[in-house]
């Protein structure tokens, strides 16, 4: 399903692209709406994930500014934000009436304020959660809670010349409504409105009326009133003409297939709900996401989205992910089609594929990372390293890297090397066990072969990534995200391990064309781990890549080093260079994968692109290269 269709089924609430505003700026309401900030979301969790969520994110320096559960209490959904000005804060939930008041009353004279109150019926009881905060701008404020529609009419009606409503919520409790509402002081002068009870069809009547008027929505609200589904929501002046969305009636497959659209869009969750399904059975979600990052005002971001719409629009092509770093800045980062069609997932930026022979150029900046740090001399024999190898490995490992070391690539004489389903933890247990031991042999030296000459080899660096192994003292896997992946935080970068075609987490699928693999026909790329045995997302094989760029592993003078050598697929150390050394790319395709990073030395411009079958009508280098060229010509 294509994204148009995709909103088709959702009651999609608008999504206003904002405008460059002139003149004076309006500033942020300090916490509550912050011009850029980290931010986390969860949802669909149990009590025990979500305390565990919560426990992270606040050692993590995060604070929980909007806490939701659906109407049993089984589970929870949170958004968090980054606590940057280090307030004070705390947060509870299931607390009773007098719990409630007593912690409330007990922070209130602390100097703290509420920034999310909610009511809930658990188990026929009505609990409550609460989450306070410094009030470190010193603003007038009022929470109530438990109030009948006329009472909240009332307060209405006192308080909405000097307060503008920041969380409003409603539950029906024996037949009866209670509202609570926390009011803020309006010292911006914020025009807003506010409006509750609203059937879908009337919130959406409201949402298109606010939304013409240059309004977004702030807060929103969904609950049972004679048990049918309802809304509140607080609109307000979109004065800094931010760019925003907000949608309803989501399923979580819904639900997360847009948090991650949007989030490739620069944009972040300011308020998550869990509502009643309108036909009466079970949950669904509505949340309201506004702009948050840079990314949403590239110049080149809907012309780049269109590129991989296009491309992923080809029945071959499963799903794509793409990125692109500019001077250690991401400038666009999203997807298009599916990383798992028979779940209905999207694919993202964030989706790991397979990176085939892309692995070579990460092995090799591996390699002069440990040299760099004395851990390994490149220029040593592999068989002074290696035990158990026939005496014509006369290769060193930097010839491995370079694949100039005469060690065969795949073979033509029946042998199937692929043809695996055994994971091996190690590059040496590999070695060792792979074609029975074939790799180490004299057979899998190229008859004839003079040392240095370009032989492309993915076996060779099964041999060199056993070398690395035994001067690192750990596994090959190990080294990568110890010395690659961690250092630059890029959690999707790493050695494969899985034994199915199958999607788990944000993986995608494995496919040939449009059709996933078999779990019979599955190949498992562990043997190969240093050659093409790894996997990442497009935003963090990026960044990687923007890495060795800008010397964030070695100097600049080491950098040079790995990027020389010759202008042959993967002749500079399992990277390729063009002739003037302007570019440095690396391209790979192995079962379920086409994999290509681009980095523009000149430019400072980092490109990848990567999809999840082989072969695609179009490979990945041709697209590294419209993306590149649009980057170029939008700054």
């Known amino acids: ?114 920034i999310d109150q909610d009511a809930e019926i658990v188990g026929g009881k009505l609990l409550y959660s609460l989450v306070m905060i410094e009030n470190k701008e010193n603003l007038q404020w009022i929470s109530r809670r438990n109030l009948t529609s006329a009472q909240f009419a009332a307060e209405f009606a006192q308080n909405k010349d000097k307060y503008r409503p920041v969380k409003i919520n409603a539950v029906e409790l024996n037949k009866t409504m209670l509202y609570s509402i926390i009011w803020l002081e309006n010292k911006s002068n914020t025009a807003w409105a506010e409006f509750r009870d609203m059937t879908p069809d009337d919130y959406g009547k409201k949402f298109n009326e606010y939304k013409d008027k240059g309004y977004r929505v702030a807060e929103l609200e969904c609950y049972k009133r004679n048990g049918k589904l309802n809304y509140a929501a607080v609109w307000e002046k ?51 996401w506004r702009e948050n990052d840079d990314r949403h005002d590239w110049s080149g971001r809907a012309k780049a989205e269109q590129i991989l719409a296009n491309y992923a629009a080809d029945p071959g092509i499963p799903g794509v992910g793409a990125a692109i770093v500019r001077n250690g800045k991401v400038i666009f980062r999203g997807g298009a089609g599916y990383a798992d069609k028979d779940k209905n997932l999207l694919a993202h930026g964030r989706t790991v594929y397979r990176l085939a022979s892309v692995a070579k150029a990460v092995t090799g900046t591996l390699a002069y990372d440990m040299e760099q740090a004395n851990m390994i001399n490149l220029d040593n024999r592999t ?113 494969e391990k899985r034994s199915s075609p199958d999607s788990s987490g944000e993986r995608a699928t494995i496919n040939a064309g449009a059709n996933k693999v078999s779990a019979n026909s599955f190949e498992n790329v562990s043997w190969k781990a240093g050659g093409s045995g790894m996997e990442s997302s497009a935003l963090d094989l990026a960044l990687f890549g923007d890495g060795v760029l800008r010397n964030r592993y070695f100097p600049l003078a080491t950098r040079n080093i790995l990027w020389s050598g010759g202008t042959k697929n993967g002749q500079a150390n399992g990277w390729q260079i063009d002739a003037g050394v302007t570019q440095a790319s690396k391209g790979g395709d192995n079962q379920g994968s086409d994999s290509h990073i681009r980095v523009d030395i000149q430019n400072g411009i980092t490109v990848v692109v990567l999809t999840n079958t082989n072969p695609p009508p179009v490979d990945t280098s041709s697209m590294t290269s419209q993306l590149l060229a649009l980057a170029i010509a939008n700054p």
């Open 238 to 288: 979109n004065q800094a003409g931010r760019a925003w969305a907000a949608l309803r009636e989501m399923s979580a497959t819904s639900l997360r297939n847009n948090w991650y659209k949007y989030s490739d869009q620069g944009m972040r969750v300011i308020d998550i709900e869990v509502c009643p399904a309108e036909n009466g059975k079970g949950n669904q979600y509505a949340a309201v």
């Open 383 to 495: 068989n002074t390293i290696l035990s158990g190898l026939g005496n014509q490995h006369t290769h060193s490992v930097r010839q491995l890297l370079s694949n100039t070391g005469c060690v065969k690539h795949y073979t033509s004489d029946g042998l199937n090397d692929n043809g695996t389903q055994v994971e091996y933890s190690t590059a040496k247990l590999a070695l060792d066990k792979h074609l029975s031991g074939a790799l180490k042999t004299n057979a899998w030296i190229i008859p004839g072969c003079g040392m240095g000459t370009h032989n492309y080899s993915t076996h060779g660096f099964t041999l060199a990534a056993a070398a690395l192994e035994a001067k690192g003292g750990t596994s090959f896997a190990n080294l990568i995200k110890t010395r690659i992946a961690d250092p630059l935080n890029l959690d999707t970068l790493r050695v």
């Open 1 to 114: 399903m294509n994204t148009h269709s995709l909103n088709s089924m959702l009651r999609l609430c608008g999504f206003v692209l904002g405008a460059v505003v002139y003149g004076t700026p309006v500033l942020a309401d300090g916490f509550e709406d912050p011009e850029s900030v980290g931010w986390k979301f969860r949802y669909g969790l149990t009590d025990a994930e979500y305390t565990k969520a919560w426990g992270d994110y606040k050692k993590e320096g995060y604070v929980p500014i909007d806490i939701e559960t659906d109407d049993s209490g089984k589970t929870y959904a949170g958004v968090w934000q980054k606590n940057t000005d280090g307030r004070g804060w705390a947060s509870w939930r299931r607390l009773s009436d007098e719990s409630f008041h007593q912690k409330w009353d007990e922070y209130r004279k602390k100097g703290y304020r509420p």
